[in-house]
Every structure is written in C-alpha cells, then in structure tokens.
C-alpha cells in the first residue's frame, strides 16, 4: 500500500519536473482547466519547425465544429461540413483515378514518415504512406491491422470498379470528411501527406481485381 503511494508521488513529481508542465502551470488561471490542458498540450510539441508542427495545432473549421459538437454536430452543419470538405478534393493532371495496385499496396503498408519526432522534410528515401493497416484490414496476408475502420478486404470485390466507386473511393482517401463530417479518417489528400498519383495507386490496391485485397 505505501508502495502504491509513494510511486504515485513520484510519477506526479516526474511529471512536475517536465519543463512544459511547469512551464503550464505558472502561466495558465488556475480555474481554466481547459486552457491549462491547451498550454501543456501545446508545450509537449517540438518549436523547431514551428511552421509545420505548430500550424499543425490549429483547428481548421471542421475540426473545431467536430470538437464543439463533440463529433456529432446536428445534420444540417454536418451537410455544411461535409460539402465544404468535398469541394477541397483535387485530381491528378491527367484525371485518371485508378493507378498501379502494385505501388499502392506498399503505400498502404507503410506507417512510417512524418511521425511526431521528425523533422519536415523527411529524410530523403524515407517513403511516406497511408499506414491503413493501422486502422483496416485489407490483404488477407497481412495478420496485423487495426479494427478502427471497417475491413475493406475485398472492397472491390463487393463493390465492383464502377467510374462511382472509383470516384467514391479517390475522394474517400483524399478527404474522408467529405463523407464522415467527423470521422476519425486521416484526409491524407487535404494535407499533402499522400499525393493525387498516390491515391490513384491505393484505389487500384482497393478496386482492382487482381489486387490481394480482392484475393481470398
Ligand atoms: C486512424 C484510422 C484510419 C486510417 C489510418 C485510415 N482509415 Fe479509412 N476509415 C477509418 C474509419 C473510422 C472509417 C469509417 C468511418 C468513415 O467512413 O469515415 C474509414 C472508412 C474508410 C473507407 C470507406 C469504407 C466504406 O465502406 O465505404 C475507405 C475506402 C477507407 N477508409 C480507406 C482507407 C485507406 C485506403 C487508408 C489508407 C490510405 C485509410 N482508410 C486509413 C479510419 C481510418
């Protein structure tokens, strides 16, 4: 019991000792926890490339909605959400949507590139992804995904590779909020971290029939 304690007062000591944390609690009014939480959330972020990670920390009007409603605002804001987002989308030059399954399935394998740690631009080779095993199935070979979306193993099989579907799922992976004012997707188009050409790779990953994920 007085081992339970004195850990719990040393983790609260450790936790006084990070410099953010102190930094917070001289700065922030004591009866404004949330600006406090703000401060020392804020502090934890490296200042080094303030231009990319700080701004970064700076809701967009669709995130700051989300927040206020707490992710389900009434239905007429989450149209107004949902058709702001859409008309962000933009395509590749030649306007083709379905690109070489093969490159998208190594960029919907790879989770690495960009992470909170790394400095902007990544390191050159560093190939950066969509990390969509972190949050769906897809391939049947790969064991180890994430359940916070649905699985999308044979995506393309169920839905066919209609010009819609096609559509539907380049815009999907573009800005996912066009569809889901509030989801918990990534809008990878939206903030440049996969490029249009990229997309086109990864709905051929999901719509081709020749794709694993259309595969047993
Ligand atoms: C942080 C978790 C997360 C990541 C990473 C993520 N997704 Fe999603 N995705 C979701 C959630 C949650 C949903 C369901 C809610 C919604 O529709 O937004 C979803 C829905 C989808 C849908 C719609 C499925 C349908 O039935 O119509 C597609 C397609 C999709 N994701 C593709 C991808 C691809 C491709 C990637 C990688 C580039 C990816 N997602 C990365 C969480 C994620």
Redesign the pocket.
């Known amino acids: 019991m007085t081992r339970t304690i004195a850990r719990i007062a040393l983790a609260a000591a450790g936790l006084a000792l990070l410099p953010g944390f102190a930094q917070a609690q001289k700065n922030a009014p004591n009866n404004d926890i949330t600006a406090q939480a703000e401060q020392v959330f804020r502090s934890s972020f490296r200042a080094d490339n303030p231009k990319y990670w700080m701004t970064r920390l700076d809701q967009d009007e669709a995130m700051r909605l989300c927040s206020q409603y707490r992710d389900n605002p009434p239905a007429k804001l989450r149209a107004q959400i949902e058709k702001a987002q859409m008309a962000t989308i933009r395509y590749p030059v030649e306007g083709k949507l379905i690109g070489d399954w093969k490159e998208g399935e190594k960029?919907?394998a790879v989770g690495t590139g960009g992470h909170i740690g790394f400095i902007q631009p990544d390191p050159p080779g560093r190939l950066r992804?969509?990390?969509?095993y972190?949050?769906?199935q897809?391939a049947k070979k790969e064991v180890a995904y994430?359940t916070?979306?649905?699985s999308?193993h044979h995506?393309g099989k169920l839905r066919g590779t209609s010009d819609e579907i096609v559509k539907?799922?380049y815009d999907?992976?573009y800005n996912?909020n066009a569809?889901?004012a509030c989801?918990?997707?990534?809008r990878?188009g939206l903030h440049s971290w996969?490029t249009p050409e990229q997309i086109t790779h990864?709905v051929a990953?999901?719509v081709d029939p020749e794709s694993p994920v259309n595969k047993d």
């Open positions: 960029l919907a992804g969509g990390n969509c972190a949050c769906h897809l994430g916070i979306g649905p999308l995506f539907y799922t999907k992976i996912s569809f889901t989801t918990n997707m990534p990878f996969l990864i990953f999901l």
